[in-house]
């Protein structure tokens, strides 16, 4: 009917070896009820804080600008309109800010590019993205995108091909930037978006 036996034989093993390749991939990028996912319930955000307002620290200006905006567009493209660049330093009182401020290099951590500081509680909801090296314009967008992950709550990612990898910095010279994964989406959507 299909043609000769071997025909059949490689059709059955196509097509079981593709469906069973296909539903891992599935559970792979798919999150499914009551699966994990890499999010603090303890950093989410009032949503009538949204959009976060981005503030750039002056010795960060210039080019790393471009970088800022890039990742901001990255998360408001894959979601919803999260974040909002603004260039006037917000009041030490304003709501829903993210400063992000050259810190220097750690010297209990040295590798790390960049880390995340929120705090909740007392006085306003507030975030700070510190950068601890000088890197180029698509690492420092790498960066700024990850830690923006950081801001809205999520946690790293063990896979290499998430904007929530430890390390995504490692791979800025290597491949575009990395996408949010659909478990990321989805944790980010129902906590910010619906």
Known sequence: MFGPKWFRIAMVLFVGIGGIAGIGLYYVYKIQPGEPVWFDEAHVWPREDLPLKVWLAPELRGDYDVSARAAI?????????LFEYVTDQPSPHALGVV????????????EKAATTFLRLNPGP?????????????????????????????LQHDPRAFSLMFENVTEYADKSPMPL???????????????
């Open 73 to 81: 567009k990255n998360w408001n493209n894959n979601t919803c309109k």
């Open 99 to 110: 400063a992000v401020t050259h810190e220097g290099i750690m010297a209990d951590a040295p």
């Open 180 to 194: 949010l994964t659909s478990k990321d989406r989805v944790a980010v959507a129902r906590r910010y978006c619906e």
């Open 125 to 153: 909801v507030r975030g700070l993205i510190r950068i601890h090296r000088i890197m180029d314009i698509r690492a420092m967008m790498f960066a700024i995108a990850h830690e923006l992950g950081h801001v809205l709550g």
